[in-house]
C-alpha cells in the first residue's frame, strides 16, 4: 500500500477506531460490530500486550479489514505489526529510527506530530500524512490551521480528545483526512464484551460525519 492509497482510505473511513484491549480474542467480535455498523477498519494499540496476536487474529479471520497498528515505540514492534498483518503503522511522535525502518520494509507510517519542529523532520523523511497527537492538548482545531498556514500539503490524522462534540469540526478542516477516536470503542465496554452498546456507539459516529 502507498502512502496515496493510505490517505485515500483514511478519507473514505473518516473515523478511526483507537483500540486498547487485554484479550486479543475480544477483536474478533469487536470488528464484527464495528463492521456491521459501517467501519471496517482499526487502530490496534500497542499499550498492551495482546497486540500483536489480536493484529494476527483479525487478519487471519477477517481478511479484508484495513489495521492499523498503532503507539508503536520500537523496532521490535514494527517487525511484530508487520509480521501479524498489519497494513499501517502509527506512532505517537516522530522518531526518525521507526520511520527509516518502515520505510525499508515498504510498510506505509504515519508518525505523531504536533510543532513546527517535528512537522519539518517528517517532511525531511519524505513523510505527507502524520498524526496530531495529542490534538485537543496541542491546540486542537486552532494549532491546525495555524501549522497548514507554512505546511499547506500535510495531510493530517488528529488523535487525543476527539468526541463527537468536536469530530465535525476538525473534519471541516480539508487537510484532514480522518480523525482517531476511542470513546465507541472504550475499553470498559470491550472488557465487559457491551458489543450492544459499543455498536450503538459506532453507529452514532459513522452517522454524524455523514450527516
Known amino acids: 500500500m502507498t502512502t496515496e492509497q493510505l490517505i485515500e482510505k483514511l ?11 487485554d484479550n486479543a480474542r475480544d477483536i474478533l467480535p469487536l470488528m464484527e460490530t464495528l463492521s456491521q455498523n459501517g467501519l471496517p477498519v482499526a487502530e490496534i494499540t500497542f499499550r498492551s500486550e495482546a ?6 487474529l483479525l487478519r487471519q479471520n477477517q481478511p479484508d479489514i484495513f489495521i492499523l497498528a498503532g503507539t508503536v515505540l520500537t523496532a521490535e514492534q514494527v517487525v511484530a505489526a508487520k509480521n501479524a498483518g498489519a497494513d499501517a503503522i502509527v506512532t505517537p511522535g516522530f522518531n526518525p529510527k521507526i520511520v527509516q525502518l518502515c520505510q525499508d520494509l515498504g510498510l506505509p507510517v504515519i508518525p505523531g506530530v504536533n510543532n513546527p519542529m517535528s512537522i519539518e523532520a517528517a517532511l525531511e523523511m ?8 495529542p490534538a485537543e492538548a496541542s491546540g486542537g482545531v486552532k494549532m491546525i490551521k495555524a501549522l497548514l498556514g507554512p505546511y499547506g500539503n500535510l495531510q493530517i490524522m488528529p488523535t487525543g480528545g476527539i468526541s463527537t462534540q468536536n469530530l465535525k469540526d476538525y473534519l471541516a478542516i480539508p487537510n484532514v483526512v480522518a480523525c482517531g477516536g476511542s470513546w465507541f470503542v472504550d475499553k470498559k465496554l470491550i472488557e465487559a464484551q457491551n458489543w450492544q452498546e459499543i455498536g450503538r456507539l459506532v453507529a452514532e459516529a459513522v452517522q454524524l460525519i455523514h450527516s
Open 11 to 21: 478519507r473514505l473511513l473518516k473515523i478511526i477506531p483507537v483500540i486498547a484491549l
Open 51 to 56: 497486540a500483536e496476536e489480536a493484529i494476527r
Open 126 to 133: 519524505g513523510i505527507s500524512a502524520v498524526k496530531f497527537f
